[in-house]
T-cell receptor, first 116, second 112 residues
Framework: AQSVTQPDIHITVSEGASLELRCNYS??????LFWYVQSPGQGLQLLLK??????LVQGIKGFEAEFKRSQSSFNLRKPSVHWSDAAEYFC??????????????FGTGTRLTVIP | DADVTQTPRNRITKTGKRIMLECSQT?????MYWYRQDPGLGLQLIYY???????NKGEISDGYSVSRQAQAKFSLSLESAIPNQTALYFC???????????FGPGTRLTVT
């Protein structure tokens, strides 16, 4: 069955430091992978997506993610974190539900705190 | 991105009351979704609809019902609210071509 694991519940980084948020998925076929960000009091905003092709994908706000099939991972990275990046980040995989419909499965999220 | 609106944004209600959360979108996407978000649990799918005549249960549909009044409108109802339905509720829209979904701003529901 498909699943998404975000092993880090909460990460704290200093402003200007680099960031990597981990995401591992379980899915039998080629996955469609996404990262969403949720700022406090806001809905989820799509940061980036991977469907096929180049395994390093660029997103908005200076984020990038790398798909590694051998590790079943899709980690999110940013070289220099800004205070405004403090938010909750969700990894998701597009997969088939038991009904046969294509939907998204979300991880439980990683909360990012940025300290000055 | 899809323009997805949700009303109300915040609601406090009492146990046993019926409540409806509404979602509308202006981009013509055919697929609409209702999710519930609880701290530490991520997003759980309540119901989804691929067109006006297609309604499907998600992971946690018990205690909820939905109505797709039009392509652009998808409502979530709690027939008799209970305190453990206190949560943040999101509507999302998407297309058949991709898995991408675009989210509304959310409704914070508190059941006392």
């Amino acid at each position: 069955a498909q699943s998404v694991t975000q092993p880090d519940i909460h990460i704290t980084v200093s402003e200007g430091a680099s960031l990597e948020l981990r995401c591992n998925y379980s899915y039998g076929a080629t996955p469609y992978l996404f990262w969403y960000v949720q700022s406090p009091g806001q809905g989820l905003q799509l940061l980036l997506k991977y469907f096929s092709g180049d395994t390093l994908v660029q997103g908005i706000k200076g984020f990038e993610a790398e798909f590694k099939r051998s590790q079943s991972s899709f980690n999110l990275r940013k070289p220099s974190v800004h205070w405004s990046d403090a938010a909750e980040y969700f990894c998701a995989v597009g997969a088939r539900w038991q009904t046969g419909a294509n939907n998204l499965f979300f991880g439980t999220g990683t909360r990012l705190t940025v300290i000055p | 991105d899809a323009d997805v609106t949700q009303t109300p944004r915040n609601r406090i209600t009492k146990t046993g009351k019926r409540i409806m959360l509404e979602c509308s979108q202006t981009k013509g996407h055919d697929r609409m979704y209702w999710y519930r978000q609880d701290p530490g649990l991520g997003l759980q799918l309540i119901y989804y609809s691929f067109d006006v005549k297609d309604i499907n249960k998600g992971e946690i549909s018990d205690g909820y019902s939905v109505s797709r009044q039009a392509q652009a409108k998808f409502s979530l109802s709690l027939e008799s609210a209970i305190p453990n339905q206190t949560a943040l509720y999101f509507c999302a829209v998407g297309t058949a071509k991709t898995y991408e979904q675009y989210f509304g701003p959310g409704t914070r529901l508190t059941v006392t």
